[in-house]
């Protein structure tokens, strides 16, 4: 995956976290991931064709996205519950949204499909490719999240 | 009446997205708010009671937001009604496909509520005056 469209998934996730929740997250170095086990407790996944295809995943910890949460809807959370499933599908969303934005510039014309979520511990993403995927991780007061973008 | 007092809709299959729109909407004192999951509900509701104002996502479920616009638009009694695309589908020719069908104005996903609740102000002041609120100001 060239770099480029790295850094557009990079830029979209942090615009996405920051105006919609009002927290700075700080990305980390990326990487590739092979296996499937997911890196927290709640998953969006949407799939993507067009000029490139294949999935994104923005995978949370318990503590992180309770704190966005809770924050966009202005109301406490103590556990994962349907609203908050509900609220990870959205940012997936969005920050698919953002990121076919940003690669329109780039000349990549990307549809979406209408995210799902899977939570649990030790849950597992199911790409729409087999390939490894390149994991961008984040860093917010309140715990991790990671990016995991799986396109060709 | 006030602009406050202006009925609005509120279309969108994300609850969590549903809530946080009316918190904004209530936040800033509009008190007669409505929501529902999809162009099908949405628009027996504009028929079946006053709608100032629609705010609808794009992609959803069942029918989705430009269907919701085109439907709108092509009937005489609420054809009218101000209508504020609220969605993910930032592109260009998303745009133009909205506008082209008579969007009142069209905002991305992520937003910030300040950015919306100027939209709002826009889009109920340059509706045409038949619904009952004061173009003047709270």
């Known amino acids: ?152 | 009446m006030s602009k406050k007092s202006a009925a609005i809709l509120v279309v969108d299959d994300n609850e969590s997205m549903r809530t946080m729109i009316r918190k904004v909407l209530e936040r800033a004192g509009y008190q007669d708010i409505v929501s529902t999951y999809d162009g099908t509900p949405a628009l027996k509701i504009v028929k079946s009671r006053r709608i100032d104002l629609i705010i609808s996502d794009w992609n959803m479920f069942g029918m989705t937001g430009i269907e919701l616009l085109k439907k709108v638009r092509a009937d005489r009694d609420i054809g009218q009604t101000p209508f504020l695309m609220l969605t993910v589908e930032g592109l260009e020719v998303s745009r133009d496909e909205a506008f082209a069908h008579g969007v009142s104005d069209f905002i991305s996903k992520p937003f910030k509520s300040r950015d919306l609740l100027e939209a709002i102000e826009r889009v109920l002041e340059a509706a045409p005056e038949k619904n009952g609120f004061s173009k003047k100001g709270d």
Do not use: W
């Open chain 1, 1 to 152: 995956m060239d770099v480029k469209h790295i850094n557009a998934f990079i830029d979209s996730t942090v615009n996405v976290i920051k105006t919609m929740a009002f927290v700075d997250p700080i990305a980390g170095k990326p990487y590739v991931k092979t296996d499937n086990t997911a890196h927290g407790d709640v998953t969006g996944i949407i799939g993507l064709t067009g000029s490139m295809r294949g999935s994104l995943a923005v995978t949370f910890t318990e503590g992180c996205i309770r704190k966005i949460v809770s924050n966009m809807l202005g109301e406490e959370f103590t556990s994962i519950t349907d609203e908050i499933k509900d609220a990870v599908g959205e940012i997936t969303n969005m920050i698919s949204g953002d990121a076919r934005k940003r690669l329109q510039y780039e000349g990549l014309t990307i549809t979406a499909a209408i995210p799902t979520v899977v939570s649990g511990k030790g849950h597992v993403i199911s790409h729409v490719l087999s390939g490894p995927s390149v994991i961008i991780p984040f860093s917010t007061d309140n715990g991790s999240f990671v990016v995991d973008v799986c396109i060709v």
